[in-house]
């Protein structure tokens, strides 16, 4: 599914006031200051939210730690058991993962969304723009500087899940696996549009779409699965964050319960689990 197609998508799934089009360009300019301004208090605000984290928030990282720790130590027999598959997953489903993924075609998407929301004045479109590009960007500028931090070896280098070449300026090659990029991007999209629906079988599907680049990436072995499960947790921890900052600077609202992210492990004989509510 092409950028433009879900933007179609959007427009029409939401109310909008496109035939309205007799713009006033100052209202336009207003309107666009005032979105450009949110996009990087989001940003801000995502970032300052650790120093006010409280016992629940803290419990969340832990379980995300955690979570990530235990897939860790299987990473490698996970990658090998995508091997036994890797041949038989269309190339259409690992193209799309791996393209929509993609920096430039998510802010192409992204753009598009809030474009479409301010020459048609659909405030709530204008908003869900605002979320999508500030969630994206802060968790995009936050892979960058993980990776180079971390610099985990890639599985299609050869190396196993434990091998790391940390601390350099510049990303090196098949040494920038944690966390995944295309994983963050393509799931902070999925998440941030499903707010825009409360049918709980529209949000599975679009969140099943979201999962896809992540998928693809572990197939195409440029990353391991605790690359992708961070990095699908950690964007809806970034969307979140900004979407509770919005709440105060629009009139449209997503988030008319107080339901907050909560996590619960369960155990059992030689099994674990992990169940996200958000």
Request: no cysteine.
């Amino acid at each position: 599914m092409k950028p433009f197609i879900i933007i179609l998508f959007l427009l029409f799934a939401i109310p909008s006031n496109a035939q309205d089009l007799n713009i006033n360009k100052d209202n336009l300019w207003n309107n666009f200051t005032y979105d450009m301004g949110n996009v990087l208090g989001g940003i801000g605000h995502a970032y300052s939210r650790p120093f006010h984290w409280q016992g629940n928030d803290w419990a969340n990282l832990g379980y995300m730690v955690a979570g990530t720790a235990v897939l860790f130590t299987v990473d490698d027999e996970l990658d090998h058991w995508v091997g036994g598959f890797r041949e038989d997953v269309p190339d259409f489903l690992v193209d799309y993962g791996n393209e929509y993924g993609s920096p430039e075609n998510n802010y192409m998407f992204t753009g598009g969304v809030y474009l479409a929301g301010l020459f048609t004045k659909n405030e709530k479109l204008r908003r869900t723009g605002v979320l999508l590009i500030a969630s994206a960007t802060a968790g995009g500028f936050l892979q960058q500087v993980s990776k180079r931090l971390i610099g985990r070896a890639r599985p299609k280098s050869g190396e196993s899940s434990n091998e790391f070449d940390p601390f350099h300026v510049k990303r090196v090659l098949n040494y920038d696996s944690f966390p995944s990029g295309h994983a963050m991007l393509a799931f902070t999209n999925a998440y941030a549009i499903a707010k825009q629906f409360k049918n709980p079988w529209v949000k599975a599907g679009i969140y099943t779409v979201g999962l896809i680049p992540g998928f693809a990436r572990v197939t195409d072995r440029f990353h391991w699965v605790s690359d992708i499960a961070f990095s699908t947790v950690l964007s809806i921890f970034i969307v979140e964050s900004i979407d509770r900052y919005l709440d105060s600077k629009y009139n449209e609202k997503y988030n008319d319960t107080q339901k907050k992210l909560s996590w619960n492990l369960s155990f059992g004989p030689g099994t674990m689990g992990v169940a996200v509510r958000f």
